[in-house]
């Protein structure tokens, strides 16, 4: 308690003494407005969690101390594996957050319509997936515009900057990226890191990227395979993952409600 508020109270409690007359407490109250100005409004919370803090776009706005799983692109040639996977993580109580290449998700868009029925979120993540910042305004803000309506906007290959930000404000998203990167799609001799290789990786990341973090994978690697070692690792490590409290919509709140 600032000093200032410790004599508010004082000379408040001097107003409550039987002993004080009216135009004491006149006088009184007159002097606690002098001395101390008008009670000042705390500072809204902000995105994660801390007061005056910006918006932190690799946590996405998730403000609680619970990890986000999320998943990018697409499952080539197998587009039930999207809502298999999300069907997996609902039975286990969890929400993640699925982008998608709508290039793919608009041929298939009951994929979408189940995955927020399930209670997962669904992000832009662009229309063809390219590298933003290598395109002219107008072609940038075509691709972020023609992805799939949502909140959250994830730019392909974390590859984003103040432009690409203003521009996904002005269609009403925000940039959502990531503080564990499971490195997934990396290939050695067309094989991507086994599941095995990707549990280690979310165990062994930094305690601060994990608590109220964000972790990365991708829907055509080996990542939905590790989910279950994932989960069942962090929540031996004593991290909760972001809950699933029923269907969502492309409105995704910040904070994010995990």
């Known amino acids: 308690m600032s000093g200032s508020s410790r004599r508010a109270l004082h000379l408040l409690h001097l107003l409550r003494m039987p002993r004080a007359r009216p135009a004491a407490a006149v006088a009184l109250a007159s002097l606690t407005l002098v001395l101390c100005g008008p009670p000042t409004p705390a500072a809204p919370a902000t995105a994660h969690g801390h007061r005056g803090a910006p918006y932190d776009h690799q946590r996405c706005g998730n403000a609680s101390d619970r990890v986000l799983l999320t998943l990018d692109d697409w499952s080539y040639g197998h587009a039930e594996r999207a809502v298999e996977t999300g069907a997996y993580l609902k039975g286990k109580g969890i929400r993640a957050a699925f982008f998608l290449i709508n290039q793919y998700a608009s041929q298939e868009p009951r994929v979408a319509e189940t995955l927020r029925r399930q209670g997962?979120?669904?992000?832009?993540?662009?229309?063809?997936?390219?590298?933003?910042?290598?395109?002219?305004?107008?072609?940038?803000?075509?691709?972020?515009?023609?992805?799939i309506k949502s909140s959250l906007f994830r730019p392909p290959f974390g590859d984003f900057g103040p432009r690409e930000t203003r521009i996904a404000a002005s269609l009403g998203s925000r940039v959502c990226t990531w503080t564990v990167d499971t490195l997934d799609w990396e290939d050695s001799d067309g094989r991507f890191p086994d599941a095995a290789t990707l549990r280690a990786r979310v165990r062994d990341a930094p305690a601060a990227d994990k608590r109220g973090g964000v972790v990365l994978g991708h829907l055509f690697s080996n990542f939905p395979d590790a989910l279950p070692g994932i989960v069942g690792d962090l929540r031996a490590q004593g991290y909760a993952l972001c809950r699933n409290t029923g269907p969502t919509t492309s409105v995704i709140r910040d904070p994010l409600p995990c």
């Open 120 to 147: 997962h979120w669904v992000g832009n993540h662009t229309y063809s997936h390219p590298h933003l910042t290598r395109l002219p305004e107008a072609e940038a803000r075509r691709e972020i515009r023609d992805g």
